[in-house]
């Protein structure tokens, strides 16, 4: 079965670092997604991504945010200089198409120290 | 602000049983309807999706939306340990496609 897969699994980063979180989307889908859950607590939208542009964001979504696809397979999210309260797990997500129920990944635990 | 209300149990049914799960939203605009399961430690699992009014099974999921109600559950019969998880229910953000998430029952199927 296709999957989405997210590199590192886990990252430590010093507060006030940049961190590149990686995802390579199932390779027929053509939206995208980063989602975070904080430990404890629900799942929260960041933003989406289609034809090359962000398509939607949410408030938590903020200057400190990048995403990119630099090439044909790969999904960034760029955080330019982490805070304590970034520590959380970041799931990418894909989908075939809007109205579809998305595919996650295993998902990036970051922890900022 | 919009939310997406489930009850975070646990819910405990033993083995065989039918596991009912429920959730409210906010947001009448709403369009598409999710339910993922999630182990503890690991990702959201898409299980139903549902878009109209009305019941859809899928094996021993039944999923039930009410738009009306703001209304949609999930109902799993012959519960098996295995789906012992969190159930999180998804909406909709606004007419986009962004997911809200409810925080998820937790449901426990003893043997």
């Known amino acids: 079965e296709p999957e989405v897969t997210q590199t590192p699994s886990h990252q430590v980063t010093q507060m006030g670092q940049e961190v590149i979180l990686r995802c390579v989307p199932i390779?027929?889908?053509?939206?995208f997604y980063w989602y975070r859950q904080i430990l404890g607590q629900k799942v929260e939208f960041l933003v989406s991504?289609?034809?090359?542009?962000?398509?939607?964001k949410s408030e938590i979504f903020d200057d400190q945010f990048s995403v990119e696809r630099p090439d044909g397979s790969n999904f960034t999210l760029k955080i330019r200089s982490t805070k304590l309260e970034d520590s959380a797990m970041y799931f990418c997500?894909?989908?075939?198409?809007?109205?579809?129920?998305?595919?996650f990944g295993s998902g990036t635990r970051l922890t900022v120290v | 602000q919009k939310e997406v209300e489930q009850n975070s149990g646990p819910l405990s049914v033993p083995e065989g049983a039918i596991a009912s799960l429920n959730c409210t939203y906010s947001?009448?605009?709403?369009?598409?309807f999710f339910w993922y399961r999630q182990y503890s430690g690991k990702s959201p699992e898409l299980i139903m999706s549902?878009?109209?009014?009305g019941d859809k099974e899928d094996g021993r999921f039944t999923a039930q939306l009410n738009k009306a109600s703001q209304y949609v559950s999930l109902l799993i019969r012959d519960s098996q340990p295995s789906d012992s998880a969190t159930y999180l229910c998804?909406?909709?953000?606004?007419?986009?496609?962004?997911?809200?998430f409810g925080k998820g029952t937790s449901l426990l199927v003893t043997p």
């Open positions: 997500a894909s989908s075939e198409a809007q109205i579809y129920g998305y595919t």
């Open positions: 390779s027929n889908h053509l939206y």
């Open positions: 991504f289609y034809n090359n542009e962000i398509s939607e």
């Open positions: 947001d009448r605009v709403s369009q598409s």
């Open positions: 549902i878009y109209s009014n």
């Open positions: 998804a909406v909709t953000l606004d007419s986009g496609y962004a997911l809200n």
